[in-house]
């Protein structure tokens, strides 16, 4: 007799992202970019995993206030392009993307691609 189990949308994500994390690591030559997608807002940080330290982070809180309230798809793509610039500042260039357990599209792809245009390589 099979017993059914359902689960939450986040359990799922939650166990697919342990999944992904057992075969993704950072290291501080090449870091680990991590991508946290909220209803609201997305969230970006490079991790050392070694010295399990966040190098640098970005968020789009800070531009949801203001007056031009922009796509969610066009504002993964800023964080993406300003998480970049900080990482270009600390002489990071390659990172391996962790997509915490998200699909690979809209906003998160998003980011990706802007992160790829900021000059990083993944």
């Not at 997608?37 to 800070?62: C, E, H, M, P, W």
């Not at 031009?68 to 970049?84: T, W």
């Amino acid at each position: 007799m099979r017993r059914i189990i359902s689960k939450s949308k986040s359990a799922k994500r939650i166990r697919l992202h342990k999944k992904i994390r057992s075969k993704i690591f950072g290291n501080a030559e090449i870091p680990r970019l991590a991508v946290f997608r909220s209803n609201k807002f997305i969230y970006a940080q490079i991790i050392d995993d070694n010295a399990g330290k966040t190098l640098t982070a970005v968020s789009d809180i800070k531009n949801f206030n203001s007056k031009n309230n922009q796509n969610k798809i066009i504002s993964a793509n800023l964080v993406g392009k300003n998480l970049a610039e900080k990482a270009l500042k600390l002489k990071i260039k390659k990172i391996v993307f962790d997509r915490g357990g998200f699909n690979y599209t809209g906003r998160v792809a998003a980011l990706a691609t802007g992160a790829r245009e900021g000059g990083l390589e993944f």
